[in-house]
């Protein structure tokens, strides 16, 4: 029953490092989506995978890059890290839209810190 | 563009009083409106969502919410809090147009009980 998993949970790295958030689902879901989480911002788009082999831009996509390898797996990835990227991230997924559905799983946070 | 506003930042309660969180949202169409809840260290969990008909809808855990469209509102309430509900609280409007769910968040409600 593992639903939306991510990893690493916890990360800290150094300006200029670079890294991978994974993120894989197990629900047969299309959509996949990367928010990111700051104090008093609430959840903000990075980027979203609407199927597989699709990604686009979220509304704070800069000094990012995702892939989805395939329908499971989403990644973000960090080529150059920054403090303002200080942060915790989170995975979600969503099946087909119907009005039975349109509900994003969401996995657990992975806490980023850049130092 | 589609934004959600969330006035109050903190709010605490006593236990057993009732609680109304506040929630108002900007969006062209017919909005899709949820309510997420998010226990320290944890993902978001979904609540309740309004796609259309009844403007009351129910939620797990004794939540309830009412759309207003004439006030552009999505206000959720619980007669009776405990204090397990303490956590913090993000209402969201989705964008479903290309058949898959973008959700706009809230920056999110803080939730404190005191015994």
């Known amino acids: 029953n593992a639903g939306v998993t991510q990893t690493p949970k916890f990360q800290v790295l150094k300006t200029g490092q670079s890294m991978t958030l994974q993120c894989a689902q197990d629900?047969?879901?299309?959509?996949m989506y990367w928010y990111r989480q700051d104090p008093g911002m609430g959840l903000r788009l990075i980027y979203y995978?609407?199927?597989?082999?699709?990604?686009d831009k979220g509304e704070v996509p800069n000094g990012y890059n995702v892939s989805r390898l395939n329908k499971r797996e989403f990644s973000l990835r960090l080529e150059s890290a920054a403090p303002s990227q200080t942060s915790v991230y989170f995975c979600?997924?969503?099946?087909?839209?119907?009005?039975?559905?349109?509900?994003?799983?969401f996995g657990e946070g992975s806490r980023l810190t850049v130092l | 563009a589609q934004s959600v506003t969330q006035p109050d930042i903190h709010i605490t309660v006593s236990e057993g009083a009732s609680l109304e969180l506040r929630c108002n949202y900007s969006?062209?169409?017919?909005?899709?409106l949820f309510w997420y809840v998010q226990s320290p260290g944890q993902g978001l969990q979904l609540l309740l969502k309004?796609?259309?008909?009844?403007?009351l809808v129910q939620g797990i855990k004794g939540f309830e919410a009412e759309f207003k469209r004439s006030q552009s509102s999505f206000n959720l309430r619980k007669p009776s809090v405990h204090w397990s509900d303490a956590a913090e609280y993000f209402c969201?409007?989705?964008?479903?147009?290309?058949?898959?769910?973008?959700?706009?968040f809230g920056a999110g409600t803080r939730l404190a009980v005191h015994p």
């Open positions: 979600a997924s969503t099946g087909r839209h119907n009005k039975n559905t349109g509900e994003l799983f």
């Open positions: 969006y062209g169409a017919t909005p899709y």
């Open positions: 969201a409007v989705g964008d479903l147009s290309g058949g898959y769910n973008k959700l706009i």
């Open positions: 629900m047969n879901h299309n959509s």
């Open positions: 309004y796609f259309s008909g009844d403007t």
């Open positions: 995978s609407a199927s597989e082999g699709t990604t």
